[in-house]
T-cell receptor, first 114, second 116 residues
Framework: AQSVAQPEDQVNVAEGNPLTVKCTYS??????LFWYVQYPNRGLQFLLK??????LVKGSYGFEAEFNKSQTSFHLKKPSALVSDSALYFC????????????FGKGNQVVVIP | DTEVTQTPKHLVMGMTNKKSLKCEQH?????MYWYKQKAKKPPELMFV???????INESVPSRFSPECPNSSLLNLHLHALQPEDSALYLC???????????????FGEGSRLTVL
């Protein structure tokens, strides 16, 4: 089985400051890791993924994430947060390449304060 | 802009009504999904269709009935729902593994269902 932990319920950050949203995973074998964002009253949007290769993954809207196998983590980062980044962020893991069953974390509400 | 289109955006129905949610994608994806999402919670997988065949049913009550008429369309038929079924219903699609599926899902904007 696979699972994801997002330890914080809400992340508050001032506009212009670095933003980090934490994610740790548990999976047997190689993980396939994803970040999705959900703006109010919208569906989920894909941000970035780690499949293999470089541990630093760059995605949409200036976000990046670092895969750390020893710490089983895949934290999402943005160097300078915008008010428009305020949203609900979900980390997800898949056990197999192309697996149809993703395990989502509980989500983190990010609030960027002007 | 999402490339997965869901209709209707909002639906209010009584417990005796029959209604349907519709989803359409034109990305050539061969896997389509229904998820249920409660407020501020992660989406919960309900059904997966792969090549128009039902491949995953996560023990969903029979009052929810999925249908995949063709590779671009996905329906969710609703009958005799309960108030606790009120939620945002999300459709998603992904490319098939044989076509280089890298796993990401493309979501629609959702259909917000209220059961009275």
């Amino acid at each position: 089985a696979q699972s994801v932990a997002q330890p914080e319920d809400q992340v508050n950050v001032a506009e212009g400051n670095p933003l980090t949203v934490k994610c740790t995973y548990s999976v047997s074998g190689n993980p396939y890791l994803f970040w999705y964002v959900q703006y109010p009253n919208r569906g989920l949007q894909f941000l970035l993924k780690y499949i293999t290769g470089d541990n630093l993954v760059k995605g949409s809207y200036g976000f990046e994430a670092e895969f750390n196998k020893s710490q089983t983590s895949f934290h999402l980062k943005k160097p300078s947060a915008l008010v428009s980044d305020s949203a609900l962020y979900f980390c997800a893991v898949s056990r197999f390449y192309g697996n149809n069953r993703l395990a989502f974390g509980k989500g983190n509400q990010v609030v960027v304060i002007p | 802009d999402t490339e997965v289109t869901q209709t209707p955006k909002h639906l209010v129905m009584g417990m005796t009504n029959k209604k349907s949610l519709k989803c359409e994608q034109h990305m050539g994806h061969r896997a389509m999904y229904w998820y249920k999402q409660k407020a501020k919670k992660p989406p919960e997988l309900m059904f997966v269709y792969s090549y128009e065949k039902l491949s995953i049913n996560e023990s969903v009550p029979s009052r929810f009935s999925p249908e995949c008429p063709n590779s671009s369309l996905l329906n969710l038929h609703l009958h005799a729902l309960q108030p606790e079924d009120s939620a945002l219903y999300l459709c998603a699609s992904s490319a098939s593994p044989q076509r280089g599926n890298t796993g990401e899902l493309f979501f629609g904007e959702g259909s917000r269902l209220t059961v009275l």
